[in-house]
Structures are given as structure tokens and as C-alpha cells.
């Protein structure tokens, strides 16, 4: 199979909030084919897309690329957003937040996770192994722990020391682009046309305990429905989670709408809320025929 499928959505596109409806720019569009395997994901991560499409080489399945890509990110401690490294709240834990859904319609999840980096993986296992859909906090660690996740200290010292020095004037403002975004959210067609995602972060820096965001919300930060297409956010969960962002961008496809429009319609609702030139929220989408779309509020 030929490396033209893998792909990278970068370089954000100009946003609504800062040049105006008719501004608006289409980032990445391509059209792959059923049986041709396909693997986009959030933000910049050669890694994680790399280990995904190997994953997919050696006969992996959709749902395998996206938690094995994603893992990459979750391991990286200088990865601000994801896993080890993550930012704290603002009482200095780090709480992680994952999904999974893949090409059935099945789902699981886990949020407020404190002490194992492979949430995604985690996710998985709640999705595979329990009756149920989302596993929580203490719950979701007692879980990890008899499924033999190894347990380690999130809180590198780079982050440990980004958080004193917000302690020092503890301004929560949270900023476009920098330290709240990096949540890696992956979504992956396999050569069997099966499609799989995976979202996975550590939400927002200095958020208040016990915040949770979209990304482990089924059909805000994720959906996947393998008659139509998937969708991923990353962003200011608050403002995804309003719109219910990934399930409505999978139903305008069902409509009709390509990956494209979905992800621009979608930004339009967003972009009528409050602040919308204070946040960043952004999202990539595929259809059931490879065709992909990407866009974001704000450049960058
Ligand atoms: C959240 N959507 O918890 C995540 C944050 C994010 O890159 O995307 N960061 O709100």
C-alpha cells in the first residue's frame, strides 16, 4: 500500500472571529477510497500519524492505528496538552481525559484520570472488557490498575514549574494556540474501509478540579458512525461540547455536506458564541469514502 493516504492536517486556516465569514479557507481536502487506508489527525504529529499508518502496514486494524498513534503523544512528557507533561489544574494534578469509538459504534471512555498516561488505551478497555460506556476518576484508575496499566507521576518537572509560576498571579486565561491546545485527537480508515477514532488529552491548563471537556464526551470531541464518517475536535472543550461539534458533523454528512462543509458548518455555529475571538476550536472529519475535511475558528 502507497504512503499518498497518510496525511497531516496542518496549518489551520484562516477563522471566522478574525477575517470574517467570507474569509474562510479550506485546509485539507482529499479524497482516498474505500479499501485505501487513511490516517488524519489534530494538530502537528509526524510521530503519532507515522506509528498509526505502521500500525495499519502490519495488518492492524483501524481502532489499533488510532490507539497506538495517539499513545505516541500520551508517552511524550514535552507534550503540554496529552498525557505525560500534560498541564495541571490549578491545584497541580493532572487529570487526563480519552476516547475511542471505532466502526461498529462502539465506545468507551474514561475522564478525570490521574497516574496513567495511556488513557486512550484505557478508554479501549472500557469499551472492550466492561458493559459500560465512560469510567471516571477513582473508578477509572482501580480499572487501569487490574488491567495492568503501569501507574507513574504525570507532573514532569517543566510543568510542575509552569504551574508555580501561574500560581503567582493564577490568571485563568486560557490562551489561543499555546499552552491549552495539543489534544491529539487521530481518526483512521483501514483497508477494510472500517473506520476508528481516538481523542485524548489533558484538557485545559489550570482548570478548576474536577473539570472535564468534549474530548472523552461521545459525539462532542468524537464520533464515528462507519455508514457515514468520524469527526475530532480539539479546542476549548466548552465551546464543542455546546454544539455537540463531532455527532453534528457526522449527521450534515449524512445529509450531504462533505467532510469540509460539515467541519465549516459546524465552526459557523461555534463562532456565534461569546468571546469567539478568545478561543480556539477546531475540527477534522472524514467520510465513509475517504474524503477528508479541517477547519478551525482561528488561524494558527
Ligand atoms: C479540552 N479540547 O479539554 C480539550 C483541550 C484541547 O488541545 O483541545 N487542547 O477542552
Avoid at 29 to 50: A, C, F, H, M
Avoid at 195 to 211: E, V
Amino acid at each position: 500500500m502507497k504512503r499518498r493516504h497518510f496525511i497531516q492536517a496542518l496549518g489551520w486556516g484562516t477563522g471566522v472571529a478574525a477575517g470574517g465569514w467570507k474569509s474562510l479557507q479550506k485546509l485539507t481536502s482529499l479524497k482516498s477510497g474505500v479499501g485505501e487506508p487513511l490516517v488524519i489527525s489534530t494538530w502537528r504529529v509526524p510521530d503519532s500519524n507515522e506509528a498509526a499508518w505502521q500500525t495499519m502496514m502490519n495488518n492492524g486494524s483501524a481502532l489499533d492505528a488510532v490507539v497506538n498513534g495517539v499513545a505516541i503523544d500520551e508517552a511524550d512528557p514535552n507534550g503540554s496538552t496529552v498525557g505525560i507533561g500534560g498541564r495541571p489544574d490549578r491545584e497541580g494534578q493532572v487529570t487526563l481525559d480519552a476516547s475511542v469509538m471505532d466502526h461498529n459504534g462502539n465506545a468507551g471512555s474514561v475522564v478525570y484520570v490521574q497516574g496513567f498516561k495511556h488513557v486512550a488505551a484505557l478508554a479501549r478497555k472500557v469499551m472492550e472488557e466492561t458493559p459500560h460506556v465512560i469510567l471516571a476518576g477513582a473508578g477509572a484508575e482501580q480499572f487501569a490498575s487490574e488491567q495492568g496499566f503501569k501507574e507513574e507521576d504525570l507532573l514532569t518537572e517543566g510543568s510542575e514549574k509552569a504551574w508555580k509560576k501561574w500560581l503567582e498571579e493564577k490568571n485563568y486565561q486560557p490562551v489561543i494556540n499555546i499552552e491549552n491546545h495539543d489534544t491529539i485527537g487521530m481518526l483512521a480508515m483501514d483497508s477494510q474501509g472500517h473506520l476508528s477514532g481516538a481523542c485524548s488529552t489533558s484538557g485545559l491548563a489550570y482548570k478548576m478540579n474536577g473539570r472535564v471537556g468534549d474530548s472523552p464526551i461521545i459525539g462532542a470531541g468524537l464520533f464515528v458512525d462507519n455508514e457515514v464518517g468520524a469527526a475530532t475536535a480539539t479546542g476549548l472543550g466548552e465551546s464543542i461540547l455546546k454544539v455537540a461539534g463531532s455527532a453534528i458533523i457526522v449527521e450534515l454528512m449524512r445529509h450531504g455536506y462533505t467532510p469540509q462543509e460539515a467541519c465549516e458548518e459546524v465552526i459557523k455555529r461555534i463562532s456565534r458564541q461569546k468571546n469567539n475571538k478568545n478561543f480556539q476550536a477546531c475540527f477534522i472529519a472524514v467520510n465513509n469514502e475517504g474524503e477528508t475535511g479541517a477547519f478551525a475558528l482561528q488561524p494558527g
